[in-house]
């Protein structure tokens, strides 16, 4: 990489990709991010899955002015009670199964994800962990192993020890779960897969067999979650009850957060033998729950008809387009098909590069690069819903030149 002509490494930041959008953002508001050189740039994407309610909304600003009135951080996670974490857990944990009754917020969702894997190894006295083929869970060592994509990893092993992957949607392969195994940890829409919706027999299946062998089951809920796929949480749709969920990205509301939800009794055994067993400094900071007070807030509000009769137009206009292969959807979380990887960096580009005119912002998966990610924010206005699409259609009309 060009540490001289990167835009990142040039101003002294650490660089993710040799070819970034390199956008320069001046501000954002609602579907809109606005460009230092005056561009408008539709967000179809809500920064990967994170301004599911649009940018600056009004009432997760309130709420995060509110507790900037009050204070920001005081002390580390777990000594002080502080009104914004108790307000945050109680408004989560109304969304979720009654036996879920205990929160642990962290940063982010990787950080979720490790306390769960933790967590597991506690309350089974186990270490096996298995993930899913196709799973994507973060970029830490714990979540980076439960996770898939070889050519990711390898650069970076050794990573945790006694890790499978069981068969996506496969219910023969369930047998190798046993008694051996500490956790299985799925996502229930997969998102870096490539918006890949499991059979819901599979995943309930895959909860009986759990049970049935004292294996926790972890939900990763940190993509699919907080109204993506059309409804809160996207285990809703299958009325699904697992043991723990991990969640991020949109629950702050643009803020960074991430948390746990287990039963109160697993939660406790973190806190001994050792005492401090998983500590942090700023999980659960005031400023990240007052973001997602104001998120759950607003995702209380949606009309899930309404949000479905939408996306359900979107993916039927989207469908119709000669460049479009297939596409994968469920809810506002949408993964199209193009005829090549090629074609998805063409159509990313197009999208950002229309002169003086409103773009448009697509991106792609990391382990499916034949499709393009779309997941537009659930608070559009019906004409925004109209002009983002209409951009995101002129886009792919100039894979057709
Ligand atoms: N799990 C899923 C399903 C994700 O999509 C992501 C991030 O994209 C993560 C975990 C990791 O979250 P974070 O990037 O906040 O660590």
Request: glycine share 10%; proline share 5%; net charge negative.
């Amino acid at each position: 990489m060009n540490v001289d002509t990167n835009p990142f490494l040039r101003r002294g930041l650490a660089s993710t990709t040799p070819s970034p959008l390199g956008l320069e953002v001046a501000r954002a508001e609602g579907p809109w991010i606005v460009t230092t050189d005056g561009r408008r740039v539709f967000d179809a994407i809500s920064g990967i899955g994170v301004s599911n309610f649009g940018h600056q909304h009004p009432a997760i600003l309130a709420s995060l002015r509110a507790q900037l009135d009050k204070h920001l951080h005081v002390m580390v996670y777990g000594e002080c009670l502080q009104d914004a974490q108790t307000r945050a857990a109680e408004a989560l944990l109304r969304t979720l199964p009654p036996s879920l009754d205990g929160v642990y917020f962290v940063n982010s969702g990787a950080e979720a994800v490790e306390a769960a894997l933790k967590l597991a190894k506690r309350a089974t006295g186990r270490s096996r962990l298995m993930g899913v083929q196709g799973g994507y869970h973060g970029n830490t060592h714990g979540a980076l192993s439960v996770s898939s994509n070889e050519w990711r990893k390898a650069r970076y092993r050794p990573l945790l020890p006694e890790v499978d992957a069981l068969a996506w949607n496969d219910v023969e392969d369930l047998t190798r779960v046993d008694d051996t195994v500490a956790a299985v940890i799925v996502e229930p829409v997969q998102g870096d897969a490539g918006v890949r919706v499991p059979d819901p027999e599979w995943l309930r299946a895959l909860r009986n067999v759990c049970t049935e062998h004292g294996a926790l089951l972890i939900l990763d809920e940190i993509q699919c979650g907080m109204g993506r796929t059309g409804r809160p949480w996207a285990m809703d749709h299958v009325g699904l009850v697992p043991d723990a969920v991990c969640m991020g990205k949109a629950l702050g509301g643009g803020m960074p957060i991430g948390a746990l939800a287990a039963s109160r009794e697993h939660l406790a055994l973190l806190g001994h033998r050792p005492t401090l067993g998983h500590i942090t400094t700023f999980g659960g900071h005031p400023l990240a729950c007052a973001g997602a007070c104001g998120a759950l807030e607003v995702m209380a509000t949606l009309d899930w008809e309404a949000l479905e009769r939408r996306h359900a137009s979107w993916e039927r206009a989207l469908q119709h387009h000669p460049a479009v292969g297939a596409v994968r959807r469920q809810g506002a979380f949408f993964a199209v098909e193009l005829d090549s990887a090629e074609s998805v960096a063409r159509a990313v580009h197009a999208g950002v590069g229309v002169g003086a005119e409103n773009a448009v912002l697509l991106f792609w998966f990391l382990s499916v690069p034949h499709a393009f990610r779309l997941a537009p924010p659930l608070t559009l206005t019906d004409d925004e819903a109209h002009e983002g699409l209409r951009l995101i259609l002129r886009t792919l009309d100039q894979l057709l030149d």
